[in-house]
Structure formats: structure tokens, C-alpha cells
């Protein structure tokens, strides 16, 4: 089905991404480190929990770039950070007074690898030291393939390192030189054989679409040079411009940027060449191939959002370590000072880092249930939820008679209780899961479009 422009005008509208729920335009004050020390000390005993890192350095600022990162060009303040990273990794653990089980590390930026061997290797044996990190533990870590040399990819190794995700986003030269990313095709060809001759098996590749200058055809030939890698995941995430957050954004002209329609185009091809590659869609913006665990996890109905993106991490807790990373514990979410000196500060002085958060009420748990299952398995059961979170069956009527436009321009469907993206919905879910969201429009946060 090709959409029209009016569909689009009433449906591409500004919405989160829903990596959590409620959504971090939500975070505030009032849940601080005291929260985070309680939450932390009344860590079940044996639960195994997963680590993100956030280290927050490149080596060069692509102009699209969304994240928490900044340029170092000298290496001294990136290992002060790793310095730090350390006190408050044995801070953290020190709260939780035992070494707690942990099943995966996340290690995300900004550009981990811009870490020098030596400090990753350093930064992987405190974390050992202060957690039981358990012997297949799945250990990922975000790599630029500009940047990743022999000696980084072999440091990843030997420090257990099993999963690496690759930046691509486009491999077209005249959107590389747009965004400031100069990355010719045998770099990357180059990194994947350098992880997998390293014995890093498992490699999952970003792209984008909605690019400056970016054509559909630009966006199936990346995909068709990318699938000849053999990636096991791939992401391809629509370029998200607000320019009034992320001012270097600026530097790329608005009138080079693909419309609505072209974006929505550009993401089909993405979908519909990488199915012609074997890749199988997961959720809003990930692929996998059918053998992969996301894509057996998406079968299971197992599959679950995270800060990360889509993931089949079981674990209910995830403790952040870094400037502006967020934890997620039974009782909410909390969220690392994002100023880079406030986070040193604190840690240096012995203080967790922890600046906002949200503690989570019970209707803001059965809304989060029904976003999440709307967002990994494009439906929901609304009656079997609310009761299991204690609510009455029809406690969402106002928001099921609110999707009846959506049901009409075959977006979603409902029957009985149970609401379903249609595939034609796919890339307007973020959409059908805002109808849930209970702070949608009470003034915090501005988001990016949906397509
Ligand atoms: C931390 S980076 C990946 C690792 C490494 N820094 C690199 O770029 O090679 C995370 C990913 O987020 C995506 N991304 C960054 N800025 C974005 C934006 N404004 N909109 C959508 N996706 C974005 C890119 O696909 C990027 O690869
Ligand atoms: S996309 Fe990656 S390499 Fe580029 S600026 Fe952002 S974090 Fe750094």
C-alpha cells in the first residue's frame, strides 16, 4: 500500500521513540541519588542485572548525530572518564554489597572503542572485580569502523567482548561528505573481517535513512553492500533532526532533507531489500536473521525495549555507568547528571551521579506493558493486561474509541480486546503506542517526527 500525503499529515506527528516508558522528557528532580541508593541496596540477592557504560567521546562529530557525545581530540580527558567510570563502578557495587550476577554489559557512546586498549581492558577487570559477570555473558560494544584498529579489535577480545555494533548509516559519497562522515565501504568490509577473525562472532550494523541528499536508491545499494557482510542485526533508524537540541545538526541544510513521503519510501526499501537479503523486520527498526536470538526472541513474545533499542535481555534491572546513563529498576528510572562536570564531580567527591528520574506508578506500569507490547509485537491484549496489572478490563475504552481513525486508514485493527499494527501501520506504531501514553502532551519534551 503506498500512503498518501494526507495519511502522512495526520500521522507523521512528533512522538517518542519509547526506549522507556514514562519517556525521559519526564525524568525530574525529585527522584535523585537517595532514590538510587535505596533502589540499588534492595537489589534482590541472585539477581542477575545487566550494565550499560556510556562513554561519551569521538573522534569527529557527525552532523546528525542525536547522542550524548562530544569531540576529543587529545586523549588526557578520555582517561580521566575512564579513571572515573571506575570509581563509580566500585561506588555502585560497593552500595550493593555483594558481587551481584551479571548477564550482559552494554557498552555504548559517543564511540567506546575511542577508549585506549589498555583502559578497556582495565575498565573490563574492575568490572569483574565488582561483579559475578557470568561466564556467557553476552558483552557488546558500540565500534566505529573509522577508528577501530587491530589493536582495539584484539583488546575487545581479550576482554570477552562477544557482540560489536557497527555505525554505517550510509555509504553513498555524497551524503557521507553531508554528514561528515567520510567511510568508504572496504573500512567496514574491513572491521567485520577484523572482529570476526578476532573471534567477535556476533556483528549488528547501523544504518539511516532521511539523510541530507539521501535517495531510495542510495539507501538499497547500502543495504545490498551491507548484506554482503553478512551482518547477524541490522538497525535502520530514520534520521531524527532537532537541531534545537543537538545544535551542530545546523550544519546540515533542511532543504537537502528528504520529505515525509521520500522518508517513508526510503524505509520501505530498507525493509523490502533486506528481506530480499533474508532479514527478517523486528519491531520499528530492527532486522535480524531468522536464526538470530532477537528474531527467536520476537517469536517467543519475549522480545522487550530498552534504552538500547529492541533486545531479548530478559533482566528487569539495568545499572548505567557514565555521564547521562540511565538505570531502570522495578521501582523507575533513574538518569546520570548529563553535564559532563556535575557527573565527574559528584563521583569524584564519593556521591552517586544520579540527578533525575521517575518512580513508576501502578498505571504508569500496565501503560509501559501495553507501549511495549505494542512496540516489539505490533499488538496487545488491553483486557488481559489491565487485569494482570490489577485494573479494570475496560480501563482503556477512551483510548480504543481514540485508534478509530487509525483502524479506518488501516493502520491498526481491534478485536475484541486485543489492538494490532497492521504491517501497513509498521512505521506509524510509535503512533498507535502514543495513544497510550499518559503524559503525552502534558507540555514536557519535544520529539521527533514518526516516520
Ligand atoms: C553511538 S552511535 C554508534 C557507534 C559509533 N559512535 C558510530 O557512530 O559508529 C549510535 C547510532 O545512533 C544512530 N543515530 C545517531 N544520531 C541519530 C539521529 N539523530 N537520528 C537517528 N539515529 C541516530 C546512528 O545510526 C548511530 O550509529
Ligand atoms: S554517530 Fe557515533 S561517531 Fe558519529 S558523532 Fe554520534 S556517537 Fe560519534
Not at 281 to 296: E, K, M, N
Not at 356 to 371: C, F, K, N, Q, T
Request: glycine share 8%; with cysteine; charged share 25%.
Amino acid at each position: 500500500m503506498d500512503v498518501s500525503p494526507s495519511l502522512l499529515e495526520r500521522y507523521d506527528r512528533p512522538v517518542p521513540r519509547y526506549t522507556s516508558y514514562p519517556t525521559a522528557p519526564h525524568f525530574h528532580a525529585g527522584v535523585d541519588a537517595a532514590h538510587y541508593r535505596r533502589w540499588l541496596a534492595a537489589l534482590p540477592e541472585s539477581e542477575t542485572v545487566s550494565l550499560y557504560l556510556h562513554v561519551p567521546f569521538c573522534a569527529e562529530m557527525c552532523w546528525y548525530c542525536g547522542c550524548h557525545t562530544k569531540v576529543a581530540v587529545r586523549y588526557a580527558p578520555i582517561a580521566d572518564y575512564a579513571a572515573t567510570l571506575k570509581r563509580e563502578i566500585a561506588l555502585v557495587a560497593g552500595i550493593i554489597g555483594r558481587r551481584a550476577p551479571v548477564g550482559r554489559i552494554h557498552w555504548g557512546g559517543g564511540t567506546p572503542t575511542q577508549l585506549a586498549p589498555d583502559d578497556f581492558l582495565d575498565l573490563m577487570t574492575v568490572l569483574r572485580a565488582h561483579f559475578d559477570v557470568r561466564p556467557h555473558a553476552e558483552i557488546a560494544v558500540e565500534a566505529d569502523p573509522r577508528t577501530l584498529d587491530d589493536a582495539r579489535i584484539r583488546a575487545l577480545a581479550e576482554a570477552g567482548v562477544n557482540r560489536a555494533s557497527l555505525g554505517v548509516q550510509d555509504l553513498n559519497d555524497r551524503v557521507q561528505k553531508a554528514i561528515n562522515r567520510i567511510q568508504p565501504f572496504p573500512r567496514v568490509a574491513a572491521a567485520v573481517e577484523g572482529l570476526r577473525g578476532a573471534g567477535i562472532g556476533a556483528v549488528n550494523m547501523d544504518l539511516m535513512y532521511g539523510l541530507p541528499y539521501q535517495t531510495e536508491a542510495d539507501v538499497r545499494r547500502t543495504v545490498d553492500l551491507v548484506a554482503s557482510l553478512h551482518p547477524d542485526r541490522l538497525a535502520v533508524f530514520g534520521y531524527a533532526h532537532v537541531p534545537w537540541m543537538k545544535t551542530h545538526q545546523k550544519m546540515i541544510r533542511e532543504d537537502a532533507l528528504p520529505g515525509g513521503l521520500v522518508r517513508l519510501r526510503q524505509a520501505r526499501a530498507a525493509a523490502e531489500a533486506l528481506a530480499a537479503h533474508g532479514y527478517r523486520p523486528i519491531g520499528l527498526d530492527h532486522f535480524a536473521r531468522p536464526d538470530d536470538s532477537l528474531a527467536r526472541a520476537f517469536d517467543d513474545g519475549r522480545l522487550k525495549r530498552n534504552f538500547q533499542g529492541y533486545t531479548d535481555d530478559g533482566a528487569a534491572i539495568l545499572i548505567g555507568f557514565g555521564t547521562s546513563a540511565i538505570g531502570q529498576f522495578p521501582q523507575g528510572y533513574v538518569q546520570n547528571a548529563v553535564p559532563f562536570h556535575a557527573y565527574d564531580e559528584a563521583i569524584a567527591a564519593g556521591r552517586l551521579a544520579v540527578r533525575r528520574g521517575v518512580a513508576l506508578a501502578p498505571e504508569d506500569r500496565l501503560r509501559r506493558a501495553i507501549i511495549e507490547r505494542l512496540m516489539c509485537d505490533m499488538q496487545a491484549d488491553l483486557a488481559q493486561l489491565a487485569r494482570a496489572h490489577g485494573f479494570p478490563e475496560d480501563a482503556f475504552a477512551a483510548e480504543t474509541a481514540a485508534l478509530a481513525p487509525m483502524v479506518a486508514d488501516g493502520l491498526a485493527e481491534i478485536a475484541g480486546s486485543v489492538v494490532r499494527i497492521t504491517e501497513a501501520g509498521r512505521f506509524f506504531m510509535r503512533t498507535v503506542a502514543a495513544v497510550f501514553d499518559g503524559y503525552l502532551g502534558t507540555g514536557r519534551g519535544r520529539h521527533s517526527r514518526a516516520v
